[in-house]
């Protein structure tokens, strides 16, 4: 009889961990974060008197990065200074930034503070809302507006 009983115990026990285990939710993957600078030196790059700078990180080897450069380009106007650094050209820039994934694509202001950081592919319409909001604040809908009902 005692053996029945502590079969029965070891194989409640044993369900109840069946159980938790199922309930248990797994780990959420890691993500990778990449620091982006906070400030250039406007000096570094073209045009640095303009009021607004984009500088794309890119590297000659990335067919996600040439796909950016022409979304970039068409930011380019009397007061956005357009620049594209590639990292086999101009790795020293590259280092001083310490860019560490390319494509990074940072929005500048006039004194060099980076206002706009987005690492990876970035859509036309949310690079050219992002710079559209900077020079006018309030120009576009907040990011709730986009939400489905």
Known sequence: M???LI?????AIAALIAVAAKQRKPEAPT?????????????DFVKPTAPWLVVLFVS????????LIPKVQLLASDTVAIEVSS?????TRHER??????PTTLLADGEGVVVKTFVGPVSATDLWA??????EPGSTPPPEAHQPL
Do not use: W
Not at 97 to 102: G, K
């Open 31 to 43: 993500q990778a974060t990449y620091e982006s600078p906070q400030q250039l030196d406007r000096a």
């Open 60 to 67: 000659d080897t990335c067919h996600t990065c040439a796909g």
């Open 130 to 135: 992002a710079m559209a909001e900077l020079r």
């Open 97 to 102: 930034y310490r860019i560490e994934a390319v």
């Open 87 to 91: 990292f086999q050209s101009d790795k």
């Open 7 to 11: 079969a029965l115990v070891i194989g």
């Open 2 to 4: 005692q053996i029945v």
